[in-house]
């Protein structure tokens, strides 16, 4: 009978030839992310997809433009951000209210948001309605596949302003993944509701005529907001600071700060599209700002 010992065990490992060693190790996997990220309000499923996300260079050229090299530097370097690049996440959310599965955006193309939507175990033709927050392509992108509807059997609905703004850039994107879609599209102004429990706001700005939609189920709320917000540092601690890829920067600092504002008095959740995934998150007052606040498990208990 052979007796093991702390010993004799340690002698052994050290005997193994370092050439299996190697062997024996697991091979390296790279950095992975989830697809999706589910939660409940109230007697909803509320869900958040990854359907892009991309490492993009020199970020005070599209944040900040207002203010010099130091200050971006300063706010990045407090929040240990590097200065010289920046990663962006492009999260569409899909609801199920228990009558209708709704997708709030779709990404830039239809390949990714039919395969983030089949990691939460969604197909495409199980969506009832599609509703936008705005009308840029990051947004528009995934509604048609090789020039089809990629939602087959939904209906659509989108801000009356920001419909009629694109329609008359005469833009390209807008004109193959939108316009086609028009009889099956409903128009909305503030304050409209298209299904129970889902209401449109107003947030212009980011664009001409930018919408957020407020969930609410069973007394509890949550804000789906696309864009007004497009970074957790450099548009919450700084909403005053100007973003390249906002239509009218003043009018959309305004409503940077009205929003910001309200979801930190209501304390109300917030999906933001561009936020880390998974992209849902709180907000709190910090001096003349705002810190985001990821989502734990808040709304999973």
Do not use: C
Request: charged share 20%; hydrophobic share 45%.
């Amino acid at each position: 009978m052979t007796t093991l010992t702390r010993r004799s065990i340690l002698a052994s490992a050290a005997a193994i030839p370092l050439a299996q060693v190697a062997r024996a190790s697991a091979p390296m996997l790279g950095a992975a992310e989830p697809r999706f990220h589910r939660v409940t309000l109230g007697d909803m499923d509320v869900t958040t997809l990854l359907a892009d996300t991309r490492v993009v260079p020199n970020p005070h050229t599209i944040f900040g433009l207002n203010v010099d090299d130091a200050a971006f530097s300063e706010t990045s370097e407090a929040a240990n951000l590097p200065t010289d690049t920046s990663r962006f996440f492009f999260a569409p959310t899909i609801v199920n209210t228990g009558a209708s599965l709704v997708l709030f955006d779709t990404g830039t193309n239809g390949a990714d948001i039919v395969l983030a939507l089949a990691a939460a175990g969604y197909t495409p033709d199980q969506v009832d309605m599609v509703m936008i927050t705005h009308m840029h392509g990051d947004h528009i992108g995934g509604l048609m596949t090789d020039g089809t509807p990629t939602f087959p059997n939904a209906e659509y609905a989108a801000g009356t302003v920001e419909y009629e703004a694109w329609a008359a850039m005469d833009n390209d994107l807008f004109n193959a993944n939108v316009r086609p879609l028009a009889d099956k599209m409903t128009m909305l102004g503030d304050g409209d509701t298209v299904l129970p429990g889902i209401t449109a706001e107003a947030a212009f700005g980011h664009t001409p005529g930018h919408m957020t939609f407020a969930l609410e189920s069973s007394g509890k709320s949550l804000l789906v907001a696309g864009d007004f917000a497009n970074h957790y540092i450099w548009s919450l601690a700084r909403p005053d600071w100007e973003v390249k890829f906002d239509m009218d920067k003043s009018a959309a600092a305004k409503t940077r700060r009205r929003m910001l504002d309200r979801l930190a008095t209501e304390r109300m959740p917030f999906i933001g599209y561009h936020m880390p995934f998974p992209s849902l998150g709180y907000v709190e007052r910090d001096g003349n700002g705002y810190t985001y606040a990821p989502e734990s498990y808040q709304l999973s208990v």
